[in-house]
Antibody, heavy 120, light 107 residues
């Protein structure tokens, strides 16, 4: 069965960086895009970007350009989301979610979420 | 960027009633690349509908999607207790954006 298992909660200071991991299993890792979506406390869903695990290319939402980097390790079927220059508004639950095969597509499986808290 | 607007913001209904949720896009959604997600407190979103009208795997047939262009609808034919949640629409034809959500709560 498809599973996406994310790394644990993080507490960071403003200005720091955070790296969240998402380990995939139960399917061919390089065949499906992987998205990152975040949700601030009590707020809606916000798309951050998507990575193609096959070639490693990524597309980022304009809001996060220059601050986010998505990478993958095919040997461990893991994708990473690195967010830098953290501020309090980045406090949120971060989700990885499997996308489509040939296109980024919608998201049919989601990780359990990783809470990132940014506080001085 | 395509902006999605959902209405109403909150829908108060009783179990067994019909729920009709609306999602309007600021411009036409390419190839009806419109999805609906359900989210319950403390849980990750769950895909219900993709391609505007196709139910995802394991989704009961009381959930249905319709629409094209800029106007889309999610209908829950008879609300079950487990359906009270927040529902988001999403377009994935031009980059990707989510609507603000509609909360369906118990009347």
């Amino acid at each position: 069965q498809v599973q996406l298992v994310q790394s644990g909660a993080e507490v960071k200071k403003p200005g720091a960086s955070v790296k969240v991991s998402c380990k995939a299993s139960g399917y061919t890792f390089t065949s499906y895009y992987m998205h990152w979506v975040r949700q601030a406390p009590g707020q809606g869903l916000e798309w951050m970007g998507v990575i193609n695990p096959s070639g490693g290319s990524a597309t980022y939402a304009q809001k996060f350009q220059g601050r986010v980097t998505m990478t993958r390790d095919t040997s461990t079927s893991t994708v990473y989301m690195d967010l830098s220059s953290l501020r309090s508004e980045d406090t949120a639950v971060y989700y990885c979610a499997r996308g489509g095969i040939a296109v980024a597509g919608n998201q049919d499986y989601w990780g359990q979420g990783t809470l990132v808290t940014v506080s001085s | 960027e395509i902006v999605l607007t959902q209405s109403p913001g909150t829908l108060s209904l009783s179990p067994g009633e019909r729920a009709t949720l609306s999602c309007r896009a600021s411009q036409s959604v390419i190839s009806s690349y419109l999805a609906w997600y359900q989210q319950k407190p403390g849980q990750a979103p769950r895909l219900l509908i993709y391609g505007a009208t196709s139910r995802a795997t394991g989704i009961p047939d009381r959930f249905s999607g319709s629409g094209s262009g800029t106007d889309f609808t999610l209908t829950i034919s008879r609300l079950e207790p487990e359906d009270f949640a927040v529902y988001y629409c999403q377009q994935y034809g031009s980059s990707l954006t989510f609507g603000p959500g509609t909360k369906v709560d118990i009347k």
